[in-house]
């Protein structure tokens, strides 16, 4: 079964950093636009990054928009969150997938359905 893994999570203090990490676990992500996403206790699955497969387009969320940064390594077949400036409202399983369409793209329109190779998340929790 193809699956990406996602580490780097962690406790963290309000206004820190974390960089987390998004691998294939043997298949490529070279092709493939891929999305951050996270979701909190009670509330559903948001996304907050998406990147197309060359890293020449990102789009995040108003929410996370000059705090978090996605970023990709395809020789390393890695993507990358920098997520800078953290609130306690960040607090939630954050989550990678890839895009079903077009490598070439990240959709403004996000449905949850269009990704896959869902990861086991990596858990970030921001508290003083």
């Known amino acids: 079964q193809l699956q990406l893994v996602e580490s780097g999570g962690g406790l963290v203090q309000p206004g820190g950093s974390l960089r987390l990490s998004c691998a294939a676990n043997g298949f490529s992500l070279n092709y493939d636009a891929i999305g951050w996403f996270r979701q909190a206790p009670g509330k559903e699955r948001e996304a907050v990054s998406c990147i197309t497969n060359s890293g020449g387009s990102t789009n995040y969320p108003e929410s996370v928009k000059g705090r978090f940064t996605i970023s990709r390594d395809n020789a390393k077949n890695t993507v990358y969150l920098q997520m800078n400036d953290l609130e306690p409202e960040d607090t939630a399983v954050y989550y990678c997938?890839?895009?079903?369409?077009?490598?070439?793209?990240?959709?403004?329109?996000?449905?949850?359905?269009?990704?896959?190779?869902w990861g086991q998340g990596t858990q970030v929790t921001v508290s003083s």
């Open positions: 997938a890839t895009f079903a369409g077009s490598g070439y793209v990240c959709p403004q329109l996000v449905r949850l359905t269009d990704f896959g190779s």
